[in-house]
């Protein structure tokens, strides 16, 4: 379609493995228009290609089944494409002679990519690790996955009251360009004005969920009386939480009903009174999810729930816009690491909510004690109900102990102290952070502008340098299997260990590879990736020819036998291993 528009774009942007089809196609463009064959076509493309995954656990990958993939793509394989289905079929599969092996499509998005990143830090880890496979012989954390942490558009989700607020203390164009003053400036706004303007945004909320939940009960035909009660529900100086997602088991959207005794005692207190905004939905295929709704509406229809707690039907965009303006305090309770960045809590940043969340997605490093609360210890959990246990504890010791009694500890001006500085702190630090102009800054300077100069130059000459690069993997695929390593010498002095290792290239030209000592990063050092400088061919050596020796030193900080010579390709401009995982390791 992009091109019937006439539309040539450097960058295409896949988001998720969904999208993954373009890789092929923007290659048979690029053989319609220079005549190359798909292997060059691909070279040269793929530096354009960006990859974002944001799936967090491998079931999360579409995959087709290679009947599928035959009927569907078989004829444009060899007609369009000029290769054979197995060759298609490999794109996508993680041993390409395994011809029983799906479609993963997000394989396909990580070989047709020039870079590739998750959608918050953890996330990136994550990744690497559900990658691994593709790049078995690399530590985990070489696996080429970077992140780039999502942001929201915060003039879609402030308020119109929060707009006011923010433009009066940082101006209109606030949410352009950079943002070094925001926090300082933002800082700057008085206790009472904070205080002011949240209350303000809790009282449109209670307006706005009477009205809403008065006319879903008349809808579905309930008695007058109940929708009438439902007008005058809650009360708008009491503390809201909010409580809205789609009702997938890895959220766990019934942690807070874990015991239902507690929360009740805790929502019906007269002196704290506490009311709980709940939205959702079910994909239509879940029937878990589907059961979990049902938990919530029975718990609410009974007598000492109901005025407490309600639910709100239709979940979407214009349902969230409202709860993000008027919560007090959002709450998510993903499994981690499940939540793959998680983009809700965000949304209450700008309005003054705060974040009651598991330490996963962007919650686990935007956390800090001064801007909200962190469930869980930041650790993964093999026995799900254990952890439910322990999370649900936490869940409602923190309600307790810290939230509630905050929200209620006024000073002589009726000001929560402590929480305005709490709001205080997650507007400063984590609005910013958390926008959709850093994670789009983070996108242009990584991602976008060096993967749009690598295709333009990769494209040039009807692709010249990307045939160039598959001959250098022809040569590769030649030469590599009998690369071999001879001795290892290494000679330590008072300082420095000084190593020297024979390397047999077999024909491989020395520019074609690069030789490292490495050393994992185990311990609390970092990993070390230095290169050895190749200093002479030795001569008559007969075992090791045609060799080379590298030679490079480093600290003796750390024991001679901790490094492990390797040898893996090297290509000016080439991602490795993301788009050639050799690698050789001497042991
Ligand atoms: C923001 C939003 C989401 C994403 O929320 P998460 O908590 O990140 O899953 C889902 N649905 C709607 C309607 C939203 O507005």
Same mark, same amino acid.
């Not at 940082?170 to 070094?180: I, M, Y």
């Given at each position: 379609m992009l091109r019937a528009l006439g539309i040539r774009p450097e960058i295409c942007h896949l988001n998720e493995g969904h999208a993954a089809f373009a890789v092929l196609e923007r290659a048979r463009s690029f053989m319609e228009d220079t005549g190359q064959p798909f292997e060059v076509a691909l070279a040269a493309t793929r530096a354009g290609n960006l990859f974002t995954t944001h799936t967090a656990v491998a079931a999360g990958f579409d995959k087709f089944s290679p009947g599928l993939m035959a009927q569907y793509l078989g004829t444009y394989a060899s007609d369009k494409l000029g290769i054979s289905l197995d060759r298609l079929m490999a794109l996508g599969r993680k041993n390409a002679g395994d011809s029983s092996e799906d479609f993963n499509m997000a394989y396909l998005a990580i070989r047709g990519s020039g870079s590739v990143n998750g959608v918050s830090r953890l996330h990136g880890q994550v990744s690497r690790r559900l990658f691994q496979p593709l790049f078995t012989r690399w530590p985990e954390d070489e696996v080429p996955i970077a992140h780039v942490t999502n942001g929201v558009h915060m003039p879609t989700w402030d308020s119109a009251l929060a707009d006011d607020l923010w433009t009066a203390s940082?101006?209109? /164009?606030?949410?352009?360009?950079?943002?070094?003053h925001l926090d300082a400036d933002i800082r700057k706004v008085p206790d009472a004005a904070l205080w002011q303007f949240r209350t303000v945004a809790s009282q449109s909320l209670v307006e706005y969920a009477r009205r809403r939940l008065a006319l879903e009960l008349a809808a579905a035909g309930a008695p007058h009386d109940e929708v009438e009660t439902a007008k005058h529900l809650f009360d708008p100086n009491a503390l809201t939480l909010g409580f809205a997602r789609r009702f997938a088991t890895y959220k766990r959207p019934n942690l807070l009903l874990h015991d239902p005794q507690r929360l009740l005692r805790l929502l019906d207190n007269s002196q704290r009174p506490v009311q709980l905004i709940i939205a959702g939905k079910a994909h239509p295929a879940d029937d878990a999810g589907k059961a979990l709704i049902r938990e919530w509406v029975r718990f609410i229809r009974q007598a000492g729930a109901r005025p407490h707690v309600i639910f709100l039907s239709d979940y979407d965009m214009l349902l969230t816009e409202q709860l993000v303006q008027g919560v007090d305090v959002w709450i998510n309770t993903p499994r981690r690491p499940w939540e793959a960045c998680g983009t809700s809590g965000m949304k209450v940043l700008v309005n003054g909510g705060i974040n009651l969340s /598991?330490?996963?997605?962007w919650w686990a490093e935007a956390y800090t004690p001064e801007v909200g609360w962190a469930l869980g210890d930041g650790r993964e959990h093999s026995d799900g109900a254990a952890s439910d246990a322990a999370d649900a504890d936490s869940l409602y010791g923190l309600l307790e102990r810290e939230v509630i009694p905050e929200f209620y500890t006024r000073d002589e001006h009726g000001i929560p102290v402590a929480w305005v500085a709490r709001m205080r702190e997650s507007m400063a630090r984590l609005t910013p952070q958390f926008s959709a102009e850093r994670a789009v800054r983070e996108y242009t300077e990584q991602h976008y502008l060096p993967g749009a100069a690598a295709y333009v130059a990769r494209a040039a000459d009807n692709g010249a340098i990307g045939k160039n690069i598959v001959d250098w993997q022809s040569a590769l695929d030649r030469g590599w299997p009998a690369v071999s390593f001879g001795e290892l010498k290494v000679a330590t002095d008072e300082h420095r260990h000084l190593f020297e290792i024979q390397v047999n290239l077999n024909d491989l030209n020395p520019q074609a590879v690069r030789v490292e000592l490495y050393v994992d990063g185990s311990g609390g050092d970092s990993a070390v990736r230095q290169e050895m400088e190749c200093v002479r061919q030795p001569e008559g050596s007969a075992a090791v020819a045609p060799g080379y020796a590298y030679r490079a030193s480093v600290p003796a900080t750390r024991p001679a036998s901790d490094y492990t010579p390797r040898v893996m390709p090297r290509y000016d401009g080439v991602a490795v291993p993301l788009e050639v995982d050799r690698i050789l390791w001497q042991r």
């Open positions: 940082c101006g209109k /164009e606030r949410w352009l360009g950079t943002s070094d /598991e330490l996963d997605g």
